[in-house]
């Protein structure tokens, strides 16, 4: 199993900044991919970033040059430094963990199966 725990969220202003992590342990077969995601009231939960064990990243269109997701394999830490934060931004931000397609190195939304609980990142006007 994978177990992932997020930390970092918080309440900030627009324009401001804060810097997400997850602790993960675990199978590396099963966090081959990782990423973040988020969900605001009332909406879907939305795959904003996305890492792969070769560091090879992929962003949503409404965080791109904004966010930036990074990790660090020694410490088995994840991250997500967001910058220029909106209101829009507002949400429960999930840290998902998933094994690459069969013996490929690509990634699925599909796979992830492992999610931490989630903290919450509020960003007023």
């Known amino acids: 199993q994978v177990h992932l725990v997020e930390s970092g969220g918080g309440s900030v202003q627009s324009g401001g900044s804060l810097r997400l992590s997850c602790a993960a342990s675990g199978d590396t077969y099963s966090r081959y991919c990782m990423a973040w995601f988020r969900q605001a009231p009332g909406k879907e939960r939305e795959g904003i970033a996305q890492i792969r064990r070769d560091d090879m990243t992929t962003y949503a269109d409404s965080v791109r040059g904004r966010f930036t997701i990074s990790q660090d394999n020694a410490k088995n830490t994840l991250y997500l430094q967001m910058n220029s934060l909106k209101p829009e931004d507002t949400a429960m931000y999930y840290c998902?963990?998933?094994?690459?397609?069969?013996?490929?190195?690509?990634?699925?939304?599909?796979?992830?199966?492992?999610w931490g609980q989630g903290t919450q990142v509020t960003v007023s006007s």
């Open positions: 998902a963990a998933g094994p690459r397609v069969g013996w490929s190195a690509l990634c699925s939304v599909a796979r992830y199966n492992f």
